[in-house]
């Protein structure tokens, strides 16, 4: 399995796909959800959200972070 990197004051790009590819957010409910789930957790860790992307079995995110933030915190705090 690949190790993570991790640095502070960084950019990243993440990609998370639904389970079993379900296009859970082809249902505009479920987008709109997410982006309230999204702009909580943004609250929350105090990260910089630059863009996302919903298609309807993945999400793309582009998210600044400070030394004080784990992206691996913001990513299970989604699901």
Do not use: W
Request: proline share 1%.
């Amino acid at each position: 399995m690949l190790s993570r990197i991790i640095l502070d004051n960084q950019i990243y790009f993440v990609t998370t796909k639904t389970f079993g590819n379900a296009k859970i957010f082809s249902d505009e409910n479920n987008c709109e959800l997410f982006i309230r789930v999204l702009k909580d957790c943004k609250g929350k860790y105090k990260f910089r959200l630059y863009g996302f992307v919903i298609i309807p079995d993945h999400i793309h995110l582009l998210i600044g972070l400070n030394n004080k933030i784990n992206i691996s915190e913001i990513i299970h705090s989604q699901r």
